[in-house]
C-alpha cells in the first residue's frame, strides 16, 4: 500500500519561511504526480501546487513566487519551501497523489478528493501577524 507522511509544519511569524516534506513509502506508478493541498478552518480544499515525473510544476496564483515545489524521485520525497509566508497561508497541508493525475489538475481541480487517491495525515502551518 501507498503511505504519504507530511512533516516540517509550525509557527511562524509572517514574512517567515517552512520547508516541507513529504516521504512516500509503497508502491506508487513511476510517473506519478504529486502536490500539496492546503484547507484553512472552514474552507475548502485548496490545490497550493503540483509536479509530475517530468518535472512539469503548477501553482495556485496566491502562492507565485513564494513557493518552489520540488521533488527528489531517488528518495521519493516532495518538498515544499515556502517563503515570505502570509497569515492567509495558514491551514492544514496535505501532500496527495496519484498515477493518472497531472501537476496542473492540483489547482484546475474542483474535487480535489476525489482526484487524487492518496493522501498524507496532514501538517499544520500557521503564520502569525
Known amino acids: 500500500q501507498v503511505e504519504l507522511v507530511e512533516s516540517g509544519g509550525g509557527s511562524v511569524q509572517s514574512g517567515g519561511s517552512l520547508r516541507l516534506s513529504c516521504a512516500v513509502s509503497?508502491?506508487?506508478?513511476?510517473?506519478?504526480?504529486m502536490g500539496w493541498v492546503r484547507r484553512a478552518p472552514g474552507k475548502a480544499y485548496e490545490g497550493v501546487a503540483g509536479?509530475?515525473?517530468?518535472?512539469?510544476?503548477s501553482y495556485v496564483d496566491s502562492v507565485k513566487g513564494r513557493f518552489i515545489i520540488s521533488r527528489d524521485n531517488a528518495k521519493n520525497t516532495l518538498y515544499l519551501q515556502m517563503n515570505d509566508l502570509k497569515p492567509e497561508d495558514t491551514a492544514m497541508y496535505y501532500c496527495?497523489?496519484?498515477?493518472?493525475?497531472?501537476?496542473?489538475?492540483?489547482?484546475?481541480?474542483?474535487?480535489?478528493?476525489?482526484?487524487?487517491?492518496?493522501w498524507g495525515q496532514g501538517t499544520q502551518v500557521t503564520v502569525s501577524s
Open positions: 496527495a497523489a496519484d498515477s493518472l493525475r497531472r501537476a496542473a489538475e492540483f489547482i484546475l481541480s474542483t474535487d480535489l478528493e476525489a482526484d487524487f487517491g492518496y
Open positions: 509503497g508502491f506508487l506508478h513511476s510517473s506519478y504526480s
Open positions: 509536479i509530475d515525473s517530468d518535472g512539469s510544476i
